[in-house]
């Protein structure tokens, strides 16, 4: 058990130590001067644009927990409770590591608040992260059937060189087996004291829509902070940032530092390296660092009001 207990967050920091040293021979001869023209050149119109990426993506992510509360037929939780809460989760989990504890501690502290029980919050979690391996597994299928080119990119960081289209079609065939699964309502899983069923139709089309959007509105601020000159298109970047961001989660790396810059410097190889790196400075601004620093006094300000409540109901009154 204590094993368990150090070995993600040994893989993490072995993982960002790793990606570091690659990274430092890859960008040895980049200098700062070089990051910030690269950063200056991003015009206010796409600095905006990142920004409503940004809030794209978050609000998809609002979405997943909307629609893991409504599988669980628990109504009574308002949009603006679960917004704060989805947000807070994912800020602090992209940046801690998805893989540590998948936001189960923030999701329970804030929904057994509402009355969701602890096995709720488990099939809830489940249930967006599931959500979130749907909207990867069918950009990543349509990505490798359209752009297949996109894999060769990364020939020497994965060995499917020639296998693109195969495991696009493969990845949407999974899609599409579990969509069949909720049409014909197939039998729950019982483990343990936990019951995992597939979710009704209407809510496994709108996981289809939702968990793409997501990541679609994360790729487009990589996207639109990256120069037109070299851009090899929005497509290939979309397909770049799933490869690279499924690769980052896997390394167990908080906030994938270091893998993810890697993947897209190997990934934009053609593209200049100063401009790669500020793109990537500008994600992790919006959709880690802003959020990260909003999300702990969320935590704070979540937490300040729990131990006034608890106070004073153990408080006698006069």
Known sequence: MQLKKYLWPVVGLLAVLFSAWLLYHELRGLSLDELWDSLSAISPMHWLLCVAATLAAYAALAGYDRLALKHLRRDNIGWLYLTITSFTTYALSHNIGASVFSGSVVRYRAYTAKGVSASEVGVLVAFCSFTFVLGIMILGGLTFLIEPLVVERFVDMLPMEEASAFTGGLLLLIVAVYLAGSLLRLRSVHIGK??????????AIQQMLIGPLEIVGAAAIIYFALP?????GFLVVLGIFVISFSLALLSHAPGGLGVLELAFITGLSEMNQADVLAALLVFRLFYLIIPLIIALFVVLGFERSQLYSTSSTTTPSA
């Not at 936990?194 to 809510?203: C, D, K, L, T």
């Not at 037109?228 to 090899?232: A, C, D, K, T």
């Open 194 to 203: 936990v019951e995992i069923s597939y979710p009704r139709p209407s809510i």
């Open 228 to 232: 037109e000159v070299g851009n090899p």
